[in-house]
């Protein structure tokens, strides 16, 4: 039987994350998250000798509100937002793999979490880009913006601050917006986008859940009330302000709670 070589989790996140091919490292994220065995060292505070994150040399970054208008009645318009989602899906992976390395002495749990959310952010990213290509178009092809990564960049000193404000806010606003953006496909006939974006939605919700999850857990570590907390938080970073509609449902399903849903 052919052993299995241990890699620890921390390290290969933090390669990952400086990795610029993007198929390289989509490819490389989802098959760690399928690896039998891995070690974890929380103890260790790392430190980066490359560019965070690495991204390629295409699409070319802007403000967002310089990203171009298109119609979803044209093939270029549809290609454009299917080129707008991997482009977050990209971020996605790299905010997984940053928040595994940069943030120590965290429970072991936490840090497969963040795995299994970078594993499935790489598969949302490799199926939107092959499709992408069908319609004749690659990552790259348009303009992109990073106001996700941002917000990553700026909670990077505390993981609370990640918590509380990239995974409960940045992404739970995904949770909003694909609904509509999954009717706008069904509407011009992408079958396939509909069935990609039903997979994304079922797997954002455990995403955003789990970002709930150790913002609750760091509130308690801490003696903070969670709400007051994050109110605090939203205002000291900056947060966008969140504008409805907003996917009740699939905000419980995260774990938002009644109360946190009525502020809203």
């Not at 318009?77 to 899906?89: D, N, T």
């Not at 947060?239 to 938002?256: E, H, S, V, Y």
Request: with cysteine; hydrophobic share 45%.
């Amino acid at each position: 039987m052919t052993s299995v070589i241990e890699i620890e989790c921390r390290k290969a996140a933090l390669d990952w994350l400086c990795e610029t091919d993007v198929v390289t490292k989509a490819a490389s994220v989802l098959a760690f998250g399928k690896r039998p065995a891995y070690t974890i060292d929380a103890s260790k505070h790392l430190c980066a000798m490359q560019t965070i994150p690495g991204n390629p040399a295409k699409p070319e970054l802007v403000s967002p509100l310089d990203l171009p208008k298109r119609s979803m009645r044209t093939l270029e318009g549809r290609a454009a937002l299917v080129h707008a989602l991997a482009h977050i899906e990209f971020n996605a992976i790299n905010l997984a793999l940053d928040a595994i390395w940069r943030f120590a002495d965290m429970p072991e749990q936490y840090y497969r979490d963040w795995l299994t959310v970078a594993s499935e952010e790489a598969h949302h990213f490799s199926l939107l880009n092959a499709h992408l290509q069908t319609l004749g178009y690659a990552y790259g092809s348009f303009f992109g913006h990073n106001s996700l990564w941002e917000m990553v960049d700026r909670t990077k000193d505390d993981v609370l601050a990640r918590m509380a404000l990239v995974p409960r806010t940045m992404e739970a606003r995904g949770l909003d917006a694909t609904p509509s953006t999954l009717n706008k496909f069904a509407q011009v006939g992408d079958l396939k986008m509909v069935e990609i974006l039903t997979i994304i939605l079922r797997d954002e919700i455990s995403h955003v859940a789990i970002g709930n999850t150790w913002f609750n857990w760091l509130c308690g570590q801490r003696k903070l009330e969670p709400i007051a907390t994050f109110e605090k938080l939203c205002v000291e970073y900056s947060a966008p302000k969140l504008k409805p509609p907003f996917n009740m449902d699939a905000r419980r399903q995260a774990g938002f709670s009644e109360a946190e849903l009525a502020l809203l």
